[in-house]
C-alpha cells in the first residue's frame, strides 16, 4: 500500500535503532531526563500529588509493580504510577518547555520508568533502549507541533502537552515493548482520542492532571495496540472531511516521517530544550530577569528598595489571557501571573519556592506593589516563546524612569543552562526527599545512561 504521513510515523518507531541517536541528543536528553526527575521528587511534596496519589491508592487495586516519585516503598499498577508521576512533574510548572511550546518529558518519561518495572527479568530493557524510547516520544511530539503553524504561538484553546504529550508517549512505549510497525500506528491512532485538555484549567490544580493523563493514557494506547486493538490507519493523515489529528488544529499541514537508514537527525539536535530557574510558567522568566535587572538599577539610583518612591510599575508584555493574571489569590493563579512574579521579583530580589506559599502570596507590601502595575502589550512583542521578550519599567515620584529588559532568560535553549546550574536544581530539588547518597546515585546513573544493563534500576 501507498505510504501516508501516519504509516510513516509508525515506521520510523518501529526503526530507528541506538545508533541513530548522535552525542548532542544523548547529552540534551540526559540533562532533560535528569531534570524531570528531580522536578518529579519534588514535586512529590505538593498538595495536589497527595491527592493524585491517594486517589489512585483507593480506587484502583491490581499488581503494583511500578514506583512513585518520592514515596519510598509505595508501588502502583504501571499507568497508574505513570498518572501519579506524571501529575509530581507538572505539579509546580517546573518541568522542561521546548518549542513549539510544549512540556515533553513530563509527559513520556513517567510512562517509560513505569514500563520498564512492569516487563519481566528477561525482558527489561537496557539504558541504551530507554534513552532510544525517550528520544522516540521527544520526536513524535516535536513533529508533530511543526504540522501547524498555530503550534508555535503561546496556546490559546489547548494545553499541548495533553495533545502532543499523549501521542509522544505512546510513540514511546510502543519502542520500548518493541511493537511492529502495524501496532506502532494503532498505538498512535488510539492515543489520538485519549488526549486534550482546555487551556481554561490552566493556573489550577487540574493543570497537572494534563501532563499526568499524557503520559498514562499514552501508555494504555500503547498497550492496549499490544492487545491487539485497532485503530484508524490515517489518524495522522490530512483527509478532507474526516479529521483525525488535525481535529486539533485549523491549519494542519503534514509530512511524512522519514524510515531512519544510516542517519537519522533528531529534532533536538537543532532545537534545545528551556530548563526553569524557579517554579512557575514559562513566560514569568522573563519578566523576572527583566524586574530583577530594573531592581538593581534603583538599588543604585536610591540606595536601597523603596517601594515608596515608585508611582506605576509598567509591564510590557505579550498578549495571552492565562498568564495576564493581576491578582492572584491562589499558589496556581500566582504561577500563570506576569504581574505578580514581576513584583515579587522586585520586592524580594528573588522567585523561588516560598513565593508561591499563601502568606507571601497575600503580603500587604505585594499588592501594594501590584495595585501599582500597568500592563501594555507592543505590537512587536510576540506571543511566541521564541520571540517574546519582557519589560518592566519604573516610573518614579520624581519623573525619572528607570527599564528592565530581558529578551532571552538564562535557562532559555538559546541561552542553556550550564552543567553545574542544573546539577545544583537537581540537588535541590531531589533533597526534599532523598538522601544526598541517593541523589549522586541517580545523577551518576543518567550520565552513565547507555551502559546500564537494566533501565528499570532507575
Known amino acids: 500500500p501507498e505510504e501516508t504521513v501516519t504509516s510513516s510515523f509508525a515506521s520510523f518507531i518501529h526503526a530507528v535503532r541506538p545508533e541513530h541517536l548522535s552525542k548532542t541528543v544523548c547529552h540534551r536528553s540526559k540533562r532533560m531526563i535528569l531534570d524531570s526527575i528531580g522536578v518529579g521528587l519534588v514535586g512529590s511534596t505538593t ?10 491508592r483507593e480506587l484502583y487495586s491490581s499488581v503494583a509493580v511500578s514506583s512513585v516519585y518520592g514515596k519510598p516503598g509505595v508501588k502502583l499498577s504501571p499507568t497508574l504510577a505513570a498518572f501519579t508521576n506524571g501529575v509530581a512533574t507538572h505539579s509546580m510548572d517546573f518541568d522542561d518547555t521546548w518549542h513549539p511550546a510544549t512540556h515533553p518529558s513530563g509527559a513520556v518519561l513517567p510512562a517509560l520508568l513505569a514500563a520498564s518495572q512492569m516487563l519481566p527479568p528477561s525482558t527489561k530493557p537496557n539504558g541504551m533502549d530507554f534513552l532510544l524510547a ?19 504561538d503561546i496556546p490559546k484553546r489547548f494545553h499541548p502537552p495533553s495533545v502532543v504529550g499523549t501521542m509522544g508517549s505512546a510513540a514511546a512505549t510502543a519502542k520500548l515493548l518493541s511493537l511492529s510497525t502495524a501496532q506502532c500506528a494503532h498505538a498512535l491512532g488510539i492515543a489520538a482520542s485519549l488526549a486534550g485538555a482546555p487551556m481554561a484549567n490552566a493556573a489550577t490544580q487540574a493543570k497537572p492532571l494534563h501532563i499526568g493523563n499524557a503520559t498514562r493514557l499514552g501508555f494504555e494506547a500503547a498497550l492496549l495496540a499490544a492487545r491487539g486493538m485497532e485503530a484508524n490507519p490515517f489518524i495522522l493523515d490530512d483527509i478532507p472531511g474526516c479529521s483525525g489529528f488535525s481535529a486539533f488544529y485549523s491549519v494542519y499541514q503534514p509530512k511524512p516521517l522519514s524510515t531512519p537508514r544510516d542517519h537519522h537527525e533528531f529534532l533536538l539536535e537543532k532545537q534545545d530544550i528551556a530548563f526553569k530557574r ?28 523603596s517601594p515608596s518612591l515608585i508611582r506605576t510599575i509598567v509591564l510590557k508584555i505579550p498578549v495571552s489571557k492565562y498568564i ?44 501594594e506593589l501590584l495595585d501599582k502595575v500597568v500592563v501594555e502589550h507592543p505590537e512587536d512583542n510576540m506571543a511566541n ?7 518592566v519599567a519604573l516610573l518614579l515620584h520624581s519623573g525619572d524612569v528607570l527599564t528592565g529588559k530581558c529578551d532571552t532568560f538564562y535557562g532559555h535553549w538559546r541561552k542553556p543552562l550550564s ?12 533533597s526534599h526527599v532523598l538522601p544526598e547518597g541517593k541523589i549522586e546515585t541517580i545523577i551518576t546513573m543518567v550520565d552513565n545512561l547507555e551502559n546500564l544493563s537494566d533501565s528499570s534500576q532507575l
Open 278 to 305: 524557579f517554579p512557575a510558567h514559562l513566560g514569568m522568566h522573563w519578566v523576572v530577569d527583566a524586574a530583577l535587572s530594573v531592581r538593581n538599577l534603583f538599588i543604585n539610583y536610591a540606595g536601597s528598595f
Open 385 to 391: 516563546f521564541d520571540k517574546m521578550y519582557g519589560e
Open 47 to 56: 498538595h495536589v500529588f497527595d491527592i493524585a496519589l491517594q486517589y489512585c
Open 419 to 430: 552543567k553545574e546550574s542544573l546539577l545544583k536544581k537537581f540537588r535541590s530539588n531531589a
Open 324 to 367: 495576564n493574571r493581576p491578582f492572584p489569590s491562589s499558589e496556581h493563579q500566582a504561577r500563570h501571573s506576569f504581574q505578580f512574579n514581576a513584583c515579587t521579583a522586585l520586592l524580594d530580589g528573588e522567585v523561588g519556592f516560598s513565593s508561591f506559599t499563601e502568606s507571601n502570596i497575600h503580603r500587604q507590601e505585594l499588592r
Open 134 to 152: 525517550f528520544n522516540v516520544g521527544l520526536e513524535v511530539q516535536g513533529r508533530l507541533m511543526h504540522f501547524s503553524t498555530e503550534a508555535h
